[in-house]
């Protein structure tokens, strides 16, 4: 859950994350403060901070900054995280099983992030997606009540149909072991604008509030598709089951991508096998976990 937010350190993460773009471009002070529109002189003094930690270093040449040894220790940190190597040599092992792409997802705070993904090229739009409907059911199914209804509320905070049908879909989900997505790449980009628009940092007319909630909810009508044994074949943007942690809450998502229309036993095929997969990652991190546990 989002807190208050720290602008000086908003400002430090802004420049790692600036300098960790793919891509073979190098970026100079001055490109740097105009990129994320700081001062030259907070630019100055964090880029200084940064170099003197080696979380970044400047070229003496080209005067470019790129990030430095310093950050090694943290980056080794994040891959020895459990849950994470294991899945991701599974998106492999699943790509290979079905021919489709698969991946990995991360939860941060109210975003989404896919971490890895197997067998292609990402259609997702950016790095993160909004936690909230129809993106992240895998999480909400398994997350505490009070989490649950607030990922609810973020596509239904009025209407009370859409919320009581999200509840019984995550409810059907955690059921299942595994969710269905049907939200297509071009879907996705559209809701995404949806939230981009609707994030409250410019003052919108009613009228045009009112057709982003309209649109908000029929994105999230289209995510879950109808799962029952004699619907035909639906398009299927994943097929995605939690690793849980040793809380019950979901600490990442497996899942594989169709982006074809499927039928039901197909679906429920992939579904049953991303279980075992995931089923067997959080059972393995779990007794490692407890392994490392001091005793007495």
């Known amino acids: 859950m989002r807190g208050t937010m720290s602008a000086p350190t ?4 802004e420049i790692i994350e600036l300098l960790a773009r793919p891509g073979d471009t190098r970026l100079r002070y001055s490109d740097i403060a105009r990129e994320l529109g700081l001062t030259q002189a907070t630019t100055h ?3 200084t901070t940064l170099c003197d930690r080696g979380w970044v270093i400047r070229d003496l040449v080209d005067k470019t900054f790129t990030l430095g040894p310093g950050l090694v220790p ?3 940190a994040v891959n020895t995280r459990p849950f994470v190597d294991e899945a991701r040599v599974a998106a492999v092992e699943l790509t290979a099983e079905f021919g489709y792409a698969a991946s990995v997802t991360e939860k941060l ?3 989404l992030q896919i971490t890895a993904f197997e067998g292609g090229e990402s259609p997702w739009p950016g790095d993160r997606i909004p936690y909230a409907p129809p993106f992240g059911a895998g999480f909400a199914a398994w997350d505490t009540d009070a989490e649950r209804q607030a990922w609810i509320q973020r596509a239904a905070s009025s209407n009370a149909a859409i919320a009581e049908r999200l509840a019984d879909t995550l409810a059907r989900i955690r059921e299942r072991g595994f969710d269905v997505d049907g939200t297509s790449p071009a879907v996705a980009r559209a809701a995404n604008l949806v939230g ?3 994030s409250g940092a410019i003052a919108l007319p009613q009228n045009v509030r009112e057709m982003l909630d309209r649109l908000r909810v029929e994105f999230t009508t289209m995510g879950f598709p109808d799962d029952s044994a004699d619907s035909p074949n639906q398009p299927v943007a994943a097929v995605t089951a939690p690793v849980l942690d040793r809380h019950g809450h979901t600490a990442l998502l497996l899942a594989v991508h169709p982006l074809v229309d499927l039928p039901p036993r197909r679906v429920e095929t992939i ?4 279980i075992r997969a995931t089923a067997a990652i959080s059972g393995r991190a779990a007794g490692s976990s407890r392994s490392r546990r001091p005793s007495g």
């Not at 908003?10 to 993460?13: N, P, T």
């Open 45 to 47: 003094a964090i880029l």
């Open 10 to 13: 908003s400002r430090v993460v």
């Open 196 to 198: 981009t628009l609707d």
């Open 109 to 111: 705070g109210d975003s």
């Open 74 to 76: 943290v980056a080794a």
């Open 271 to 274: 579904g049953k096998r991303l």
